[in-house]
């Protein structure tokens, strides 16, 4: 039973009393009404089994009225005890309901909180993701962009140089035979002339008077940048790993050569700058501010390379390059020729450096007291040309 049907039972219990009661009323009028008028005067036979019972005046009701009308009370009494139990149950069932529904939106509560803390913190993440991604994107633009280009120069460069390589082959060695050296002015040699020349055995006399007195002093700068290499040193001083067979060309500049000679290219323009620098980190440490470079190169994105590399294996800046500076760049050997000839009348001492894709060199620029040609290997093609 529910607590929402007491109060049908409890009405319901309080008609069936109300009907027994009248029942009862209408059981003793009938029974009063029922006795036989007895005559004051004559006598009554009353047997000896017969009890009588006092009774109210107007009546004598028999000994089971009393017990039935008993019976009903206590049936009374145990329907109210029920009821009141029912009463009790249905207030402690109401409260379990209560704390049952506060339990509830506690709980929704909780949850509700929950999944609003989770929802804001991916947000976070999402827009801390997006936020990455832009910038991973600006940063592709920015630095790929000018990869790319340079990139799709290089493959052009190539190109080109694989389609003449043979023409230009078959024309220098023709320039090569119908050379003649009796006029007074001397045409250009191919420079794979002036390397087989430069690379043929030493003249130990050269060397002796131009390096001598400084090759104790030399051997321990190549060593150093070797095996103690400064990667945050003063400008003008090598700062690039140094590997032995970088020291081996070095040397033989130096010591074989005297420091006027060709050496067969690296395969690589970046490895012939970083010679380069090491032989003029040497010459800087030897002679100071008296020293410049001259470098030579027949278009301006070679150049460009080359200023890029002295940069970054000597640590100088771009203020570094000029006219009256340190290092200087020239397309044309005449003015560069030029320019090394007002450095020697001034005392200076200039360091012409031709770059390999020179095909021929200019023998005004083999008068200077140091140069440097890098010679193409006719076994090995050349990848700096792309």
Not at 140 to 151: I, K, N, P, V, Y
Not at 253 to 279: K, V
Not at 315 to 331: K, N
């Amino acid at each position: 039973m529910t607590p929402n049907e007491l109060p049908l039972d409890t009405a319901k219990t309080e008609e069936s009393l109300g009907i027994q009661e009248a029942s009862l009323r209408s059981l003793s009028d009938e029974e009063v009404t029922s006795l036989p008028e007895l005559d004051d005067t004559a006598p009554v036979a009353i047997p000896g089994d017969t009890v009588i019972a006092k009774v109210p005046f107007g009546g004598v009701a028999p000994v089971n009225l009393e017990q039935r009308i008993a019976e009903l009370q206590r049936q009374e009494r145990t329907l109210q005890q029920d009821i009141a139990q029912l009463q009790g149950m249905k207030s402690e069932l109401q409260g379990q309901v209560t704390t049952t529904q506060g339990a509830i939106a506690s709980l929704l509560q909780e949850g509700l909180k929950d999944l609003e803390q989770r929802k804001r913190d991916l947000q976070i993440t999402v827009e801390q993701l997006e936020r990455r991604q832009e910038r991973i994107r600006a940063e592709m633009r920015t630095t790929f962009a000018g990869t790319s280009q340079d990139l799709a120069i290089r493959v052009q460069s190539f190109k080109e140089y694989l389609v003449g390589s043979l023409q230009d082959l078959a024309l220098a060695a023709d320039q090569l035979e119908l050379t003649k050296f009796k006029e007074p002015e001397k045409p250009p040699v191919p420079i794979a002339t002036v390397a087989a020349k430069s690379l043929q055995p030493p003249t130990p006399k050269f060397a002796e008077e131009s390096f001598q007195s400084q090759t104790k002093k030399i051997r321990s700068l190549i060593d150093q940048y070797r095996s103690r290499p400064d990667y945050y040193g003063p400008p003008w001083q090598l700062r690039r790993t140094f590997e032995p067979i970088h020291a081996e060309r070095v040397s033989n500049w130096f010591f074989t050569q005297g420091g006027r000679g060709a050496l067969r290219t690296m395969g690589s323009r970046l490895q012939n700058i970083l010679i380069t620098s090491a032989i003029v980190s040497v010459l800087q440490e030897l002679y100071g501010d008296r020293q410049t470079t001259l470098v030579l190169a027949d278009s301006p994105e070679r150049l460009g390379e080359w200023r890029r590399g002295l940069q970054d294996c000597l640590g100088i800046t771009r203020s570094d390059f000029g006219p009256d500076r340190g290092a200087a760049l020239f397309e044309d050997p005449f003015v560069l020729s030029q320019k090394a000839d007002r450095m020697v009348k001034d005392g200076l001492l200039p360091l012409v450096v031709i770059d390999e894709t020179e095909e021929q060199i200019d023998l005004t620029l083999l008068q200077y007291p140091l140069w440097l040609a890098f010679a193409p290997n006719p076994q090995t093609p050349s990848y700096s040309n792309y």
